[in-house]
């Protein structure tokens, strides 16, 4: 016998999880923002949000500005002109009283008087200047208003000559016509202290931002090299807590999926080694065996080990399936005592001389009850294969009711678990040192299918002490979902 084709299958299940895990890591650096080349700093993602918010902050101030001020116009200049109509009267009254050659100097000296300047121009000078529905009111002895330069036009009865009133906020001391206008200085300090307060808050909320930004770039770099144990920090703003909470879960899945790929590649081509060891053992003697009998025996060991390979690999691809991702399950109500004995009936053969009985005498009458049909047999004929393998004589499987909870009650008459060792028996390859050997034929994945089902159903699967002697699993979830 030469002992190069089991190596050679275990180092064909060690690069199985190698793979998998290369295949993870190359995820990790594709999701990875590359930030070398153009690295991204606070400052630079401070400024861009800051410029980005701050300019379309003012561009709507300012369209809503102008859409208010549009608005307000007509209004304004109604008001604008009855606020001016009498000084203008009053003005053009005073100017009456003179001779027209001499309005100029009048005006002089009135607008000596007046805050605002006055002064008089032709009326051909204004058709430029003017816009056209300005023009139609300055002809028919209305006031014409300037918006651009806040000056009002009056013609002065039926001549050519034209009374300008305005800037009407405009002073002729030299050191304030040099000087921006009170309400430029107001808008632009008021638009200061807006953006200072505004940057001072946006600072302080993109810190913290930053900070969650950071940590998950870090975990999404340390899982892309490999480090399957790293995690995200909590989240500092509810912005990144979804995403922190999602990438750590993520993780924890594929550090299970990698781990429980690693464990059932090794396990499997570790108790590969035993049938194939037997069975090149019995070709080695079937060529030497002359006897009928000697070769139907071997055979028989063959088919035997055969049988126990195929076992193997049913149960590994099973547990593989709940493993790799949830089944959905399909829950339908049953009438829970028939189903039960059904079941029970459908095992029965292979527990040989053993006897196993059924009681469902506590179960409340005609009670039906929520199960997969497809995955909840997987747990009770799991149970029952174990109980057949370490009881002497005797198995009673029972059930009943708890409030809501339904619980199956299997018992056997072996030398039971220790109660340190009640929770492991549930891990996949978990094996005790008297009752979970080799020779039971048992590779440690029933009863690990066994709890995966339950936890599917909402429910759990738990070992204790018998009142057999042996030892007792109870399957317990919610009667109705």
Not at 84 to 113: S, Y
């Amino acid at each position: 016998m030469t002992g190069t084709e089991p190596g050679a299958a275990d180092k064909h299940q060690q690069s199985q999880p190698e793979r998998a895990q290369g295949l993870a890591r190359a995820f990790f650096r594709v999701a990875l923002p590359r930030w070398r080349g153009g690295r991204y700093s606070l400052s630079r993602l401070f400024f861009n949000f800051y410029l980005l918010a701050m300019g379309s902050f003012v561009a709507i101030a300012f369209t809503a500005d102008f859409v208010i001020s549009t608005a307000q116009r007509g209004i304004t200049d109604d008001y604008a002109r009855r606020f001016m109509r009498g000084t203008i009267t009053l003005i053009e009254d005073e100017l009456f009283r003179h001779p027209r050659h001499v309005w100029e100097a009048t005006i002089e000296q009135l607008d000596q008087k007046f805050s605002y300047k006055l002064n008089i121009v032709e009326r051909m000078t204004l058709d430029q200047s003017l816009k056209p529905e300005q023009v139609i009111k300055l002809d028919a002895g209305d006031i014409a208003i300037d918006h651009d330069g806040d000056i009002m036009y009056h013609r002065l009865g039926n001549s050519s000559k034209i009374l300008v009133v305005g800037p009407l906020a405009a002073s002729h001391n030299l050191e304030q016509t040099e000087r921006l206008p009170l309400e430029i200085r107001l808008r632009l300090l008021t638009w200061s202290l807006i953006g200072l307060i505004f940057g001072i808050v946006l600072w302080f909320w993109v810190r913290p931002v930053w900070r969650d930004l950071e940590s998950i770039r870090q975990t999404a770099r340390d899982l892309g090299d490999g480090n399957f144990g790293a995690r995200s920090p909590s989240a500092r703003s509810q912005l990144f807590s979804p995403l922190a909470d999602t990438m750590n879960s993520m993780a924890e899945r594929i550090q299970r999926l990698l781990a429980t790929h690693r464990e059932l590649s090794s396990s499997i081509s570790h108790e590969l080694r035993t049938p194939i060891a037997r069975m090149r053992f019995a070709l080695e003697m079937l060529a030497e065996a002359t006897q009928l009998s000697e070769r139907q025996r071997l055979w028989a060991m063959m088919e035997s080990d055969l049988d126990e390979l195929d076992r193997l690999i049913d149960t590994s691809l099973t547990y593989a399936r709940f493993e790799r991702e949830a089944p959905e399950i399909q829950l339908s109500s049953v009438p829970f005592a028939d189903w039960l004995i059904d079941q029970v009936q459908s095992m029965r053969l292979l527990g040989r001389e053993l006897a196993v009985a059924v009681d469902t005498s506590r179960l409340p009458p005609e009670l039906h009850v929520d199960l997969d049909r497809k995955l909840m047999p997987y747990a009770v004929s799991n149970i029952l294969r174990n109980a057949f393998k370490y009881t002497r004589e005797k198995i009673q499987v029972s059930a009943e009711q708890d409030g809501e909870r339904i619980q199956i009650l299997v018992d056997d008459d072996g030398i039971g678990i220790p109660p340190e060792e009640r929770e492991r028996v549930f891990t996949a390859f978990a094996r005790l040192d008297r009752s979970r050997d080799r020779s039971t034929g048992g590779y440690g994945l029933g009863l690990a299918i066994v709890r995966r089902v339950l936890e599917l159903h909402g429910g759990t699967a738990t070992a204790a002490a018998s009142p057999l002697g042996g030892a007792r699993f109870i399957l317990s979830w919610n009667a109705h979902q």
